[in-house]
């Protein structure tokens, strides 16, 4: 089957099975290996998207499902204008090691801080649950966020355009 789905802006199509998951659709049709595929069970939280603006697990999404929709991956947080808050404060406030969960923290980061500009920590606490980091605490995750909450830029502004969310 052919879908065309809305990927960082530009619609994206390909020929693909009926079972052909998102994250698969991302990684292998387009080449955004950004996206992580971690547990295949869906408890990691690594392959996390923004669907029409919303965070969804990728790999528990069929790519026949999101046709027609907008999909945001990690690599439309970065702009022409520079980084997304959100990737400029994982490296203020040292929110990563080994970088594997980083691309779908970051993605709901954005997804919460789109919803609330300025998150309490146990709101940012909340809205990452749904996600395993094997090397940190959590607490510079939290940290990062809170960050990114405090210094928005034009590249944020940039980014929502690219994913619809300003009118």
């Not at 790519?63 to 404060?89: F, I, N, Y």
């Not at 923290?105 to 649950?129: F, H, V, Y």
Request: glycine share 8%; proline share 4%; with cysteine.
């Amino acid at each position: 089957m052919q879908v065309t789905i809305n990927v960082n802006g530009e619609d994206r199509t390909a020929e693909v099975e009926a079972r052909h998951l998102l994250v698969r659709f991302l990684r292998d049709d387009l080449g955004l290996t950004g996206t992580h595929w971690g547990c295949d069970t869906s408890n990691c939280g690594t392959c996390v998207v923004l669907f029409d603006g919303e965070p969804v697990k990728s790999c528990t999404m069929l790519a026949a499902m999101a046709a027609g929709h907008r999909v945001r991956t990690v690599e439309s947080l970065e702009t022409a204008d520079g980084l997304d808050p959100v990737q400029q404060g994982f490296i203020e406030q040292h929110g990563l090691q080994c970088g594997f969960c980083t691309p779908g923290m970051m993605m709901t980061a954005r997804a919460l801080l789109d919803r609330n500009p300025d998150p309490t920590d146990q709101e940012i606490r909340e809205a990452i649950s749904g996600q395993l980091c094997r090397c940190t605490g959590y607490l510079n995750i939290v940290r990062a966020v809170r960050w990114a909450a405090h210094h928005p830029t034009e590249a944020a502004v940039a980014a929502d355009a690219i994913a619809g969310s300003t009118p």
